[in-house]
């Protein structure tokens, strides 16, 4: 079979018009009828208009406890001349909900009626008159039989529900929800909680599509993963479509010796495109067999989601007789930089922060398989094809991926990366679940350039100023001037070597990074450890040309104790912490004061106080940092410096 290759790169425009088209043409129409019960019909679209059978109310019924009177005979009624009904022949007790007696058409609530006895009989005394038909819910006073209850192509909610039984269904007529045939290939691939080994993904693409499939209201059925076998995934793509309404193959998309997807289609049906000038998402196919929608994803998570969202999403919102709903879209201003490659249209994930009177939009990951990046993200800005990127400060538009009031409500952290930050942002979203803490790990001197620019509620900041032998507060009056802050600690921790367990290559110090035999990992420029790590080698006059792996950079502590674990490098400065995360051996360099930066401006806000008294006041944070290992808590909370 032949190998895929791509046969054009179709802007994004276009490709999304060349697909309605071809859907059109082949005439991928809406999903025929079916009869469900009202009790389970939530989410579902109407396959056609509903009528009332019944009236609702259908008989005259009482709106309060009182007692049913026939309005003619209270009038004249008054403080000083009360009229006296005899119970029950001129005043029926009823309860909210019973029936009007016959020739009775008011009601009088029970709290405004005194009752008399005369003899034998039983009297109810008015002091005012009453309306017609008052406090009592009438026939048809909700809904009037014969009348339209919802629409065709309604998707039903849980209030239509009630009124389609009030008025007499229980039984409705709604579109089939469309079949989705999910495909994952690839022999690589081994079912959750199975035995990890070398070469071998984790397949979890799948249930990132099926879980969309149901939340757009389509029926998602996944197949177990197809190995790299053309004829067994051409025999998988048939069988699908026999069956279902949409094939949605995941992963061969692309023009690598085992991507079979586009050979597939083709072979057995027709490929309407293959490749659009996206990024991430290029390898995406588009294609019919035998009537059926075919849509090759690329394999790479963020490449599947964003595809998937592009060319999935409408056509089966179509497929219900619905238009998708509009993304929700935000202006927010970039917090720095980003450049583009012309030619394709970047998805860019940000988080988003509402910083005084800034949205500020930072740009997190924007590798195709890191998952992660969709994770953290709030939201995605568009870098058009023909635009190589944004300045900082830029305003950019946002596609939301998470609702305005959790935006409004995150405490926006950029600077130094520390593992006790996972756990105060775990405590806040707990203690106070529509409060949330994002964090963008730039480095210490970038928190406080985005305090300076108004980018930032907090920075995490571990400077230490060579002259003075003091961290943060030079740096801070250098970089912030006279700006009203206050310097607030959270930890002090060890710094070090962290080297694979065993240390088999036997590093000491800064002076075994001269070996030609160790590789070594850094962290980014501006960042904390990075100045603490050259501040070393100059002290020993090393180089950073001398050091194999110097310009190799990760921008958190996890990831160096990763890249050491993993053997992409032999040796990363980085926090005792994380090695212990990972189980690495440490050795130590330095013990230094890792501080919270908190503008004077934001600290009464709500999610900032409360963050704030989290980091002074919870004995359950103390402990579980301290549980990390490597820390002194003993400043946890105190104001260190204020200016």
Known sequence: MRKGIYRENTPLDKAIRVWREALEKNSIAMMPAETVKVDEALGRVTAAPVFARVSSPFYHSSAMDGYAVKFKETFGSS?????????????????????????????????????????????????????????????????????????????????????????????????????????????????????????????FNSRILASLVAEWGGRPVRFSPVPDDPELLQETLKKACELYDVIVINAGSSAGSEDYTAASINDVGEIILHGVDIKPGKPVILGLVMGKPVLGIPGYPVSAFITFHLFGKGLIHALQGLEPPETEKMTARLSRQVASSLGQEEFLRVKLGRVGKNLVATPVSRGAGILMSLV?????????????????????????????????????????????????????????????????????????????????????????????????????????????????????????????????????????????????INRQGGSGTRLLTDKHLRELNISPQQVHGYAREEYTHMGVASAVLTGVADAGMGILAAARALDLDFIPVARERYDLVFPTAFVELPHIAALLTIIRSSSEFRNLVIALGGYDISDMGKTVYES
């Open 79 to 203: 403080e000083s001349s009360p009229i006296s009904l005899k119970i029950p022949d001129h005043a029926c007790p009823v309860d909210t909900g019973d029936p009007i007696p016959e020739g009775f058409n008011a009601v009088i609530m029970i709290e405004d009626v005194n009752l008399v006895k005369t003899g034998d009989h039983d009297y109810i005394e008015i002091l005012t008159p009453v309306t017609p038909w008052q406090h009592v819910r009438v026939i048809g006073e909700d809904i009037v039989s014969s009348e339209m209850i919802i629409p065709e192509n309604h998707r039903i909610r849980p209030v239509d529900i009630g009124a389609l039984l009030s008025g007499g269904h229980t039984e409705v007529r709604v579109r089939r929800s469309p079949r989705v045939a999910i495909i994952p290939t690839g022999t690589e691939l081994i079912e959750p909680g199975e035995p990890l080994r070398k070469g071998t993904i984790i397949e």
């Open 376 to 520: 953290r993200a709030d939201g995605l800005v568009r870098i058009p094809a023909m635009s190589e990127g944004y300045g900082a400060g830029s305003e950019v538009q946002v596609e939301m991926l998470r609702s305005k009031e959790e935006i409004e409500n995150t405490v926006v952290c950029i600077g130094s990366h520390d593992n006790a930050l996972d756990l105060l942002a775990n405590l806040l979203k707990r203690e106070h679940p529509r409060f949330s803490l994002s964090s963008a790990h730039v480095g210490s001197m970038g928190g406080l350039i985005a305090i300076r620019k108004g980018e930032a509620h907090i920075a995490g900041t571990h400077l230490l100023d060579e002259t003075t032998g003091e961290y943060n507060v030079p740096y801070i009056t250098k970089i912030l001037g006279d700006q009203k802050l206050l310097l607030v600690n959270l930890v002090y921790r060890e710094q070090g070597f962290m080297v694979q367990k065993g240390n088999p290559k036997n590093i000491r110090g800064f002076g075994d990074l001269l070996r030609r035999d160790v590789c070594f």
